[in-house]
Structures are given as structure tokens and as C-alpha cells.
């Protein structure tokens, strides 16, 4: 069974940069499709982006788009989410989840699409 664990969150200014991992110590990630999703307090969670299990396919929420970047070294076994001019409406819990379905514009939104997912890493963006 997967045991995801994210990293990379803090605290930066509008405008800054982060860059999150997602990684599992145990089983290999590259026979799943990899998904972001962020909450905000009191806010739902919402997906963010989504990656297919060889890297090749990968999809964005138009919140996001040109600002976020999603990748993969599955040799390392680990995700990545660059994330650059960020805003305070970024701020939230960023959680990784795994799916060993496929990513797709639709499945990057739905929660129930994923079966693994990480604890969640805090990023906040404020002056």
C-alpha cells in the first residue's frame, strides 16, 4: 500500500516560488497517475493538476495554468509541483494522491478517483 508523504511547504511573499514533492519510501509511484489538490480553510478541496503514471500527459485547473508545473522523476521516485507567482489565493493544504486509473482534465477534479493519498503540506502566501 502506498504511503505518500508531501514536502516543500512554507511561507512566501506574493510573487514568490515553491516547490513541492510528493514521494513514496516503500512502493514505486510509476504505475500511477499522480494528482494535486489543495483546501483553503473552510474552502472544499479542489484539484489543482494531474499527471499520468509515465509522465507524458498532464493537465492543469485554469487557476493554476502557466504558473504551476507538474512533474515526475521516476527514478527517484517522486512528484514534483513548481509553483511560481504565487498569489494569496494559493495559500492552503497541498495534498498528493494516487490513482492507478488515468489522468484526465475531468479525473484531476474528483476526489473519489484517487485511492492514496499524503498527509498534506501547508503553504501560505502572504506579505
Known amino acids: 500500500q502506498l504511503q505518500l508523504v508531501e514536502s516543500g511547504g512554507g511561507l512566501v511573499q506574493p510573487g514568490g516560488s515553491l516547490r513541492l514533492s510528493c514521494a513514496d519510501s516503500?512502493?514505486?509511484?510509476?504505475?500511477?497517475?499522480i494528482g494535486w489538490f489543495r483546501q483553503a480553510p473552510g474552502k472544499e478541496r479542489e484539484g489543482v493538476s494531474c499527471?499520468?503514471?509515465?509522465?507524458?500527459?498532464?493537465n492543469y485547473a485554469d487557476s493554476v495554468k502557466g504558473r504551476f508545473t507538474i512533474s515526475r522523476d521516476n527514478a527517484k521516485n517522486t512528484v514534483y509541483l513548481q509553483m511560481n507567482n504565487l498569489t494569496p489565493e494559493d495559500t492552503g493544504v497541498y495534498y498528493c494522491?494516487?490513482?492507478?486509473?488515468?489522468?484526465?482534465?475531468?479525473?484531476?477534479?474528483?476526489?473519489?478517483?484517487?485511492?492514496?493519498w499524503g498527509q498534506g503540506t501547508q503553504a501560505t502566501v502572504s506579505s
Open positions: 516503500g512502493f514505486t509511484l510509476d504505475r500511477y497517475a
Open positions: 499527471i499520468s503514471s509515465s509522465g507524458g500527459s498532464t
Open positions: 494522491a494516487a490513482t492507478p486509473r488515468s489522468c484526465t482534465p475531468a479525473t484531476m477534479m474528483m476526489v473519489a478517483w484517487y485511492d492514496y
